[in-house]
């Protein structure tokens, strides 16, 4: 099975940062990627699929870029209600769905 | 405005079982791909299984294959995850969620219900 591995699993960042959060898989997926936002006590909000494609009503300071095997969320400017947990996942039809382990962003 | 709703969680023993619902609205259940993911308290995400529309097809994971199934009923518009010999690991949330349309991504999440397994 293909693994997904997210850097780093923590960060510290500061309103007004530019934050990135990098997931890894152990082998090519094109750009069968999706990444999720979780809030304590929420569900996990889609924000980016197809590695690159904004999610409707998701701000656009949310991009996400990559192919292959290594991809890439980035927040150009964090707010407030961006401290959360990140989640990759292989959305790839041929292989089990798994997401990364996350990366928490405080 | 999409709606899922989870019910059916609760305490059960190791080797119990139980079954969770999943309600929609909002959208023509039965034209999509549906699927439940789960969450151990305090850790990562975990796809546990899906079911294409019509219940043609169901995929689940190797750590609940054999002993989970998925099921729909679209005439009700409501999901299914029917969960037998129980076992501690298998405490956690359990989320449905509805696949966007064309892939393997959940762009809306039911609340979640809680199954904690324990004696």
């Known amino acids: 099975d293909i693994q997904m591995t997210q850097t780093p699993s923590s960060v510290s960042a500061s309103v007004g940062d530019r934050v990135t959060i990098t997931c890894r898989a152990s082998q090519s997926i094109a750009s069968w990627l999706a990444w999720y936002q979780q809030k304590p006590g929420k569900a996990p909000k889609l924000l980016i699929y197809?590695?690159?494609s904004v999610q409707s009503g998701v701000p656009s300071r949310f991009s996400g870029s990559g192919s292959g095997t290594d991809f890439t969320l980035t927040i150009s400017s964090l707010q407030p209600e961006d401290f959360a947990t990140y989640y990759c996942q292989l959305a790839h039809s041929f292989h089990p769905i798994t997401f990364g382990q996350g990366t928490r962003l405080e | 405005e999409v709606q899922l709703l989870e019910s059916g969680g609760g305490l059960v023993q190791p080797g119990g079982s139980l079954r969770l619902s999943c309600t929609a609205s909002g959208f023509s259940f039965n034209n999509y791909i549906m699927y439940w993911v789960r969450q151990a308290p305090g850790k990562g995400l975990e796809w546990v299984s899906t079911?294409?529309?019509?219940?043609?097809?169901?995929d689940y994971a190797d750590s609940v294959k054999g002993r989970f199934t998925i099921s729909r009923d679209d005439s009700q518009n409501t999901l299914y995850l029917q969960m037998n010999s129980l076992r501690a690991e298998d405490t956690a949330f359990y989320y449905c969620a509805k696949d966007i349309g064309w892939g393997n991504y959940f762009d809306s999440w039911g609340q979640g219900t809680l199954v904690t397994v324990s004696s």
């Open positions: 079911i294409t529309g019509g219940g043609v097809r169901a």
């Open positions: 197809a590695a690159v």
